[in-house]
Nanobody, 125 residues
Framework: QVKLIESGGGLVQAGGSLRLSCVVSGRAISDYSMAWFRRAPGKEREFVAAISQSAVYTQYIDSVKGRFTISRNNAENTAYLQMNSLKPEDTATYYC??????????????????WGQGTQVTVSS
C-alpha cells in the first residue's frame, strides 16, 4: 500500500520561506507524476503544483507561480515544495500525492486514493 509522509510545515511570518518534503513508500515515484495539494480551513482541497516523472514538466496554480517551486528526487522517493514569499492566504494543510496512473502527464492531475496526514503551514501577517 502506498504511504505518503509530509513534513516541513510550521509557523512563519509573511514573506518567509518553508520547504516541504514528501516521502513515499510502497511505490517507486520514478514511474509517477507527483503533486502538492492544500486545504485551507473551511475550504475544499485544491491543487497547488505538479511535476512530471523526470521533472521535465511542472505546473502551478496562478496564485503561487513565481513563489513556489516543486521538485523531486526519484532516488530518494521524495518530492519537495519550496515556498518563498509566503502570504497569509497560503495558510493551509499541505498534502502530496502521486498520479493514480503511472507514466502519464496530463493537464488535470488525478491523485491516488491514499493520502498522508499532511503538514500544517501557517503564515502570520
Amino acid at each position: 500500500q502506498v504511504k505518503l509522509i509530509e513534513s516541513g510545515g510550521g509557523l512563519v511570518q509573511a514573506g518567509g520561506s518553508l520547504r516541504l518534503s514528501c516521502v513515499v513508500s510502497g511505490r517507486a515515484i520514478s514511474d509517477y507524476s507527483m503533486a502538492w495539494f492544500r486545504r485551507a480551513p473551511g475550504k475544499e482541497r485544491e491543487f497547488v503544483a505538479a511535476i512530471s516523472q523526470s521533472a521535465v514538466y511542472t505546473q502551478y496554480i496562478d496564485s503561487v507561480k513565481g513563489r513556489f517551486t516543486i521538485s523531486r528526487n526519484n532516488a530518494e522517493n521524495t518530492a519537495y515544495l519550496q515556498m518563498n514569499s509566503l502570504k497569509p492566504e497560503d495558510t493551509a494543510t499541505y498534502y502530496c500525492n502521486t498520479d493514480r496512473a503511472p507514466r502519464v502527464w496530463r493537464s488535470y492531475f488525478s491523485p491516488g486514493d491514499n493520502w498522508g496526514q499532511g503538514t500544517q503551514v501557517t503564515v502570520s501577517s
